[in-house]
Each structure stands twice: as C-alpha cells, then as structure tokens.
C-alpha cells in the first residue's frame, strides 16, 4: 500500500515557477514508477509527466516538455515536478500516481494504483 500526499501548489502569475511534491509512505516507494497528471474543470484527467522507479527513465506530454522537470528522491519517499514557464492553460489540479512494485511508467491514468488527493496550481494571465 502506498499513500500519498501533494504539496506545492497556489496561484502564479503566468511566466512563473511552481515545484510541486508528492510525499509517498509505505515500502514500496522506491520501486514504484511514479506519474503526474492533471484536470482541468469539466475534463478528463491528463498525463503530464511520469518517471521510472529508478530516475533512470522520465517522460512528458508534449506540452511539457522544455517547461517541466520530473525527479525524485528515493531517500526521502518523494517525487518533484518542478513546473516552469507556467501558462494559463496549465491551471488544474495535479494529481500524483504510484504504479505497483517495478511497473513501468505509463501514460495512461488507468495502469496507476495508488492516487494522491491532488493540489490546485492557477495560472493568472
């Protein structure tokens, strides 16, 4: 079981800089893959970034990639997405995922099995 916890979210003017953390318990952290996604009001969930149980591997929807870094630090249970460049049109909220032990990262909201309560991140124009 992992639970897990977003944190780094709020309002910015568009331009800025945003790190946001997902503070992860349970043991089986460091062997998960680990996604973000986000939603917007009235649609879907959508995939932002993922990164690979190791760090080795990392992956971005198109629109961010340049603007968005995704890291982690096994040590400390917790995974970053530093969110730069920020537009409008990234207002959502960001949701956390953990895959399973040694899956693999995926785009796809539906392969995660644990899920954060999610944080609010508004772009101002």
């Known amino acids: 079981q992992v639970k897990l916890v977003e944190s780094g979210g709020g309002l910015v003017q568009a331009g800025g800089s945003l790190r946001l953390s997902c503070a992860a318990s349970?043991?089986?952290?460091?062997?998960?893959?680990m996604g973000w996604f986000h939603q917007a009001p009235g649609k879907e969930r959508r995939f932002v970034a993922a990164i690979s149980w190791s760090g080795g591997s990392t992956y971005y929807a198109d629109s961010a990639k340049g603007r968005f870094t995704i890291s982690r630090d096994n040590a400390k249970n917790t995974v970053y997405l530093q969110m730069n460049s920020l537009k409008p049109e990234d207002t959502a909220v960001y949701y956390c995922?953990?895959?399973?032990?040694?899956?693999?990262?995926?785009?796809?909201?539906?392969?995660?099995?644990?899920w954060g309560q999610g944080t609010q991140v508004t772009v101002s124009s």
């Open positions: 995922a953990a895959r399973r032990a040694y899956g693999a990262p995926s785009y796809y909201s539906n392969e995660y099995d644990y």
């Open positions: 349970g043991r089986s952290f460091s062997s998960s893959a």
